[in-house]
Nanobody, 126 residues
Framework: VQLQASGGGLVQAGGSLRLSCAASGGAFNRAVMGWFRQAPGKEREFVAGISRSGGSTRYTDSVRGRFTISRDNAKKTVDLQMNSLKPEDTAVYYC????????????????????WGQGTQVTVSS
């Protein structure tokens, strides 16, 4: 699976951005998909994940209620709608695919994800 993330940019606090991740390859529909982020000097962290069917989602506490993850299996895309952005959301955002996921299990562990996109920068100014 090859992943290409896009949609990052510079936005003021309180604004919105929509990230998109386009996949190629046949494994997308059986992959749990996740969005992660990495701020300067910090470890990469889980942001949101979505099950194969899209019926289950998971969010880290700091973004729950502000971010929404969705997927379109026909188009092989997974999106992250980010609202009410805060300066602390500033980071490089990565999409990732876990092709060995069991049923609807969405893991937050970076080590469980097999494929990664190149990352897209999100900068939120105060």
């Amino acid at each position: 699976v090859q992943l290409q993330a896009s949609g990052g940019g510079l936005v003021q606090a309180g604004g919105s951005l929509r990230l998109s991740c386009a996949a190629s390859g046949g494994a997308f529909n059986r992959a749990v998909m996740g969005w992660f982020r990495q701020a300067p000097g910090k470890e990469r962290e889980f942001v949101a994940g979505i099950s194969r069917s899209g019926g289950s989602t998971r969010y880290t506490d700091s973004v729950r209620g502000r971010f929404t993850i969705s997927r379109d299996n026909a188009k092989k895309t997974v999106d992250l709608q980010m609202n009410s952005l805060k300066p602390e959301d500033t980071a490089v955002y990565y999409c990732a695919a876990d092709v060995h996921a069991i049923m609807t299990v969405i893991t937050e562990s970076t080590g469980r994800y097999d494929y990664w996109g190149q990352g897209t920068q999100v900068t939120v100014s105060s």
